[in-house]
């Protein structure tokens, strides 16, 4: 496996389609962890992050989590989109974020990983929305 070469800044175009290859790549708790990253858009879309995520399989591009342990603060992230990425890698097993982490993050962003809970439970069956 290769490391994809980029350099700083975003690529929003570029994001979109490597997004649906990276979930169609993954699996289990990959899966969600990339669908969260990929409706997020706005972490992926950094080419400091696809830099150290992304590497190239046998199949196309795959997420590399662990490439990103260690190395949330020099991404050039804001305090939510780290917020965000670290609560994802947690999805997968890495880093050390706690759950209060979701102070930091806007209403779209906790949705995103409300809807991602259930997919890491395996139950499609707890639907998640507005309060009544």
Do not use: K
């Amino acid at each position: 496996m290769t490391i994809t070469a980029a350099t700083p800044g975003t690529d929003e175009a570029g994001a979109a389609a490597l997004g649906e290859q990276l979930i169609a790549s993954a699996t289990g708790r990959g899966r969600a962890a990339a669908q969260a990253l990929v409706e997020e858009e706005t972490v992926l879309a950094m080419r400091s992050v696809r830099r150290l995520l992304v590497v190239e399989g046998e199949d196309g591009p795959v997420c590399r989590w662990e490439g990103l342990m260690g190395r949330l603060y020099g991404l050039g992230l804001d305090d939510a989109q780290r917020a965000f990425l670290g609560l994802v890698l947690g999805m997968v097993g890495i880093g050390l974020h706690t759950l209060s982490a979701v102070q930091e993050l806007d209403e779209r962003r906790l949705l995103i990983l409300m809807r991602a809970m259930p997919i890491l439970a395996g139950n499609d069956r707890v639907a998640i929305g507005t309060r009544m």
